[in-house]
């Protein structure tokens, strides 16, 4: 493990990016060109989407399995370079080829000794279930030069009992790697979705980075509003443009300063903290 | 019990009115003013503030304990005559002088039969702790003529573990009479409060009226920002104007007309359901 550099606060970044599905040669030249565009920034921890490399909308099984890759693969080796390059620490989700022969969707925290951590989607969102086997390891939360870093996919980040447990463990920061399909916003509305990562970030006094993607695949939009939430929950960066609200979202780098140490400290007030006020005693 | 109402929408009203502690005629007038007003707009459910007859900045026990009163007191004589002349349910809090002689911030939910439940605040802020014994019981879940309610006062709505109960009870609106406290909101964006009680309701596809206070009292500015939030997250009626966004709250009436209906299903998609995707057995 590296020392944590003490200095904060230190730049986030949450790629928004445009992929497609197949395309695996050309999607990791996309997320690589947006991690180098956020090291280019000042960034020092960059959130990469939902199933980076191999896109979404999988035609099948077939497809799925041709677009994964182990956790030691090509894709982890091209974000260690990328890390190791401009000393920077990578979270980004992927298709992953367990060692047991099934599939996850997963995401994967670089640095530049390696990977440092894999987490599976616990929670999938519908054909997800034909390809993917859900994960049940609750999100790891890595200790990395820059702070304490945790990641969840997508749906999960609406089961505010699964954020608990990397935020009660120590998370400052929450990567969100994501692919929102697009919802009909009300005029003048920000996407509920956007809006939730906020109110995680709120109940947990933690920084949250969800990085969306942006485009169409296969007649699937994707919402984009990519935002990166204080640990008051207001956006310090974004939201990224959002399909339909009104629009369409495009590919966008955000970046944000943040100061991961006000993420140690949960109190709210002189008499009140958002983890030790819970009363986890009552909640069943 | 009285039979259920199967015209929906319902018309639901949140008040979001100015009190002053301690002057607690002129408060029941006030609450009795905004209840009367909401039924002659078609309300049938109306939602009142936290404390609402006693007020909030309590200048010691003394005082909080001279404005309490038990759930069969005056304030409950009042808002049952009210709900029997125009036919609706209403929910407000108050400062409850328990039978054990403990005083609790508690709502109660009347309707023309009387008082139908007490819930005591589970979840105390700040100062509140000098005055008022914490609730244990979960929020109950009152089936009424226009739908089935369950309430949880200002705090406890920040902890979703406590939202999730009346949810998965069955609660179709969530009232959550509260006193907000006012808070810096950055340019341009909504209080984070308001967006909470957003997230809530889209978290578990229930309809929330949040009805706060608006005025100063002893130094305390409150937020407003009352919101009545449909199924899906968005605001149905409000936010009503929030002190420093920019401005100052007013007093103001939201109505919306909720189809409650919509709130027995959690479906989310084809093959996704709110409540059912949950994973209790992994989340601790």
């Known amino acids: 493990m590296l020392p944590r550099v003490e200095v904060q606060p230190i730049r986030i970044a949450a790629c928004q990016v445009s992929l497609r599905v197949g395309e695996i040669e050309q999607n990791r030249a996309t997320a690589a060109d947006a991690v180098t565009q956020a090291a280019g920034r000042g960034a020092k921890i960059v959130v990469l989407p939902e199933l980076t490399p191999s896109g979404y909308i999988f035609r099948d099984a077939a497809e799925a399995r041709s677009l994964s890759e182990p956790p030691d693969g090509p894709t982890a080796a091209q ?17 992953e080829l367990g060692t047991d022969g099934l599939l996850y969707n997963s995401a994967m925290l670089v640095d530049p000794s390696g990977v440092r951590a894999v987490y ?16 049940s390891e609750p999100p790891p939360v890595v200790k990395t030069s820059y702070g304490a870093v945790s990641m969840v996919i997508c749906y999960d980040v609406e089961f505010p009992e699964w954020i608990r447990l990397p935020a009660l463990a120590g998370a400052e920061l ?9 919802e009909p916003v009300p005029q003048g509305e920000r996407s509920i979705l956007t809006a939730n ?11 949250i980075a969800a990085a969306c993607r942006c485009g169409a695949e296969r007649g699937v939009e994707w919402t984009g509003g990519s935002v990166i939430a204080g640990h008051d929950g207001y956006p310090l960066a974004g939201p990224a ?13 955000l970046v944000a300063d943040c100061d991961l140490n ?12 958002a983890h030790a006020d819970r009363r986890p005693s009552i909640y069943s």
Chains 1, 2 share one sequence.
């Open 79 to 95: 974000w260690q370079d990328l890390a190791a390059r401009h000393d920077i620490v990578i979270v980004g989700g992927f298709s």
């Open 120 to 135: 599976r989607k616990a929670h999938l969102w519908d054909a997800e279930a034909d390809f993917f086997t859900p994960g």
């Open 174 to 182: 929450l990567a969100v790697p994501t692919n929102w399909p697009a």
């Open 197 to 207: 990562v906020q109110v995680q970030a709120f109940a947990n006094r933690m920084f």
């Open 241 to 253: 443009s959002t399909t339909g609200s009104p629009g369409v979202a495009q590919p966008e780098l």
């Open 262 to 273: 006000l993420a140690r400290s949960k109190a709210t007030g002189p008499r009140n903290d």
